[in-house]
């Protein structure tokens, strides 16, 4: 577990606020989204983020609108964060025509294309490739974006995460790999299936710079995000971000979590980003509880806005089942 | 006039290359090299290494590499070397390319033309010989393409860089020496089967490699007074059944022949439509003439047993008969 020495806040108010408000719109989004599940409104695989907030908040706020974002089926709260609406995000997991893919993706696969986030990407490893295509078009191009590809210390054991780096760093290209380490592929320890575990020193021997990060202080991981980002923006080659976290819940909704013990989960909870960040904020004279209660009712009223919006939501006929499989009048 | 099947590939690149910034090469050996099969040769002196771009021996993140340079507003082609190899970049090719317009409710698509060596005939062995077109057909999304000849070689490709999504286009190794004429662009293109030879008595169906065996199987049988319909498929995905049905109602018998082993091939598809769909018009049950179901082996007698053979076909088109 890292150090829980953490430093004072560098920010002013609002945007200190801002990234509470993001770290509990992830929050409150996903404790709503486990009962809508224990409800059948959502069905399918849920994979929740709670415990590892600080990392989509602090990373995906460094990034520029015109930058790609590629990620995981672990994805909700990059999605919020980037901005795409949490209804329409909800819609989604309701299987709605609102939804974001219209329902043909569910909570695994979130698309959206005018934030230029692309998935929601269910096969371990599978956006890494994508992500360096997405940086070599924009190399070719000459545009100034950052792909950033989020992925999970899991990924590091697949044949992609080799090959990616390496083309990666070869063609000096613009990708920000972010690492987000929760310590478990599933129910596998890193230490467990990866006989190097220091992921950085894996980033290294592609001649790529690495740094590891504490994932659960949102300021350590904004900072190390917006430096990172900046060396890539310009031209410098690609970064590899290794962001330490922890995920409070299980794998998914069908695990029953046999594989950790209670008092490492409960040391890891401890130390969670968004009650160690508003008591760092109390502390320095940031944050009021009183608008730490308003910033929660504004959330709660949020998410509970998308559950109205999701509920509502029509159902595309079966009749276009058979819509974009392939452009429109080709089969 | 008369070129290969292998100039009129390159003459495609070229062509596609230099009308179109966006478009640009990458696979294995494809620069530095000049391609495995020599397609691409002379093209880097001609286009640079950013648009003629040699890979590390990395199926995975290149095929990947290309559905997200696509994403990113170029127009990618992609040189697998053989589609033995292919099998390592399946997971993008299916998971990512062929789904994402789908998946995503239509806001991404993929405009990516992904070429790749197929078939067996060579002395290769069981790695380097597989015929898995028919696995590619079997996937939604993806538009599966066959040239078999000059023409289709040459024109194919600008086609294929016209559409919006993944396009999976297999070149048989041994149709790279073919001569012929390159014909014209309007000649070409990427939705019907095409007839290559006319007959009455039964309908030979082929694609790739198997093209030229069938063309020489009817040749033999019209010596014998017995003429066959070639129909070359081309298009392996969708299938043109309009055109395949049309025949096979005019012939009444149908033989296919597939160079891929014959459990669950793509054979067994255009079998079960023809049953599907005019079983009535049949004189005679469907035959097929395909792969032994065996890893394709090194030595010659042992690979020439193992593969769909002129003298197979006509053996076959004298049962329905």
């Not at chain 1, 919020?80 to 609102?98: D, K, N, S, T």
């Not at chain 1, 974006?145 to 990666?168: K, M, P, Q, R």
């Not at chain 2, 024109?155 to 396009?167: F, G, I, R, S, Y």
């Not at chain 2, 033989?255 to 079960?272: K, N």
Request: charged fraction near 25%.
């Amino acid at each position: 577990m890292p150090p829980a020495v953490l430093a004072p806040v560098p920010y002013a108010k609002p945007f200190a606020l801002e990234l509470v408000r993001q770290m509990l719109r992830i929050r409150r989004f996903e404790e709503r989204c486990a009962e809508l599940y224990g409800a059948g409104a959502i069905r399918g695989f849920l994979h929740l983020y709670i415990g590892e907030e600080a990392v989509a908040a602090g990373a995906v706020s460094a990034l520029q609108p015109e930058d790609a974002l590629v990620g995981t089926y672990r994805e909700h709260g990059h999605a919020l964060v980037r901005g795409i609406p949490a209804g329409v995000i909800l819609a989604e997991m309701f299987g709605r025509r609102e939804g974001c893919c219209r329902g043909r993706g569910g909570s695994m696969h979130l698309f959206d294309a005018g934030t230029r986030f692309y998935g929601g990407n269910a096969i371990v490893g599978g956006g890494l490739p994508l992500a360096v295509g997405l940086a070599l078009a924009d190399q070719r191009l000459a545009r100034a974006s950052v792909t950033a590809c989020f992925f999970g210390e899991g990924a590091a054991a697949e044949g992609a995460f080799h090959e990616s780096l390496n083309l990666a760093a070869l063609w000096r290209l613009p990708v920000l790999f972010c690492c987000e380490n929760n310590l478990y592929a599933m129910g596998t320890r890193l230490e467990r299936s990866q006989s190097e575990p220091d992921l950085c020193l894996r980033a290294r021997a592609f001649r790529m710079r690495a740094e590891r990060v504490d994932g659960m202080d949102v300021v350590a991981v904004h900072e190390a995000t917006r430096a990172a980002a900046a060396e890539v923006r310009a031209g410098r080659g690609p970064f590899f971000l290794e962001f330490r976290t922890y995920r409070f819940r299980a794998h998914s909704m069908f695990d029953p979590d046999l594989y950790r013990e209670k008092a490492e989960v409960e040391a890891w909870k401890q130390r969670g980003p968004l009650h160690t960040f508003t008591a760092r904020l109390k502390e320095q004279g940031l944050l009021e509880e009183q608008e730490f209660l308003a910033l929660e009712r504004e959330v709660v009223a949020e998410v509970e806005a998308a559950v109205v919006f999701a509920a509502a939501g029509t159902l595309e006929p079966a009749e276009d089942l058979l819509r974009d499989v392939c452009a429109e009048g080709r089969s | 006039m008369s070129t290969t099947y292998r100039e009129a590939l390159r003459e495609a690149h070229r062509d596609a290359l230099a009308r179109d910034e966006r478009v640009f090469l990458m696979g294995e050996d494809v620069g530095r090299y000049g391609g495995t099969y020599a397609v691409s040769r002379g093209l880097l002196e001609e286009f640079g290494p950013e648009r003629v771009r040699d890979a590390p021996l990395s199926e995975l993140a290149f095929v990947g590499a290309g559905i997200g340079a696509a994403l990113g507003g170029l127009r990618p082609i992609v040189e697998i070397m053989t589609v033995n190899f292919s099998l390592l970049a399946l997971d993008q090719i299916v998971n990512t390319a062929a789904h994402l317009r789908h998946m995503s409710g239509g806001q991404f698509h993929v405009p990516l033309v992904i070429r790749m060596a197929t078939g067996a005939g060579r002395q290769l062995a069981a790695q380097h010989s597989h015929s898995l077109e028919g696995w590619y057909a079997h996937v939604p999304g993806l538009r599966v393409l066959a040239p078999a000849t000059v023409a289709d070689a040459r024109w194919m490709l600008p086609l294929a860089l016209a559409e919006q999504d993944p396009v999976v286009m297999f070149e048989h190794v041994l149709a790279y020496a073919l001569e012929g004429q390159p014909g014209q662009a309007g000649e070409v293109d990427l939705a019907r089967a095409r007839v290559r030879r006319t007959g009455e008595r039964a309908t030979l169906i082929a694609w790739g490699g198997t093209l030229a065996k069938s063309l020489q199987a009817a040749e033999l049988l019209a010596r014998e007074g017995v003429e066959c319909e070639v129909l070359d498929l081309r298009v392996l995905r969708p299938l043109d059944e309009e055109s395949l049905l049309a025949s096979v109602k005019k012939t009444r018998r149908a033989v296919i022949v597939d160079e891929g082993w014959r459990s669950g091939s793509l054979a067994a598809e255009v079998a079960a439509r023809i049953s599907e769909q005019c079983f009535f018009e049949l004189d005679s049950p469907v035959r097929r003439v395909c792969s032994a179901e065996v890893p394709i082996p090194y030595a010659k007698h042992l690979e020439d047993a193992a593969l769909p053979q002129v003298a197979a076909i006509v053996a076959a088109v004298r049962t329905v008969l």
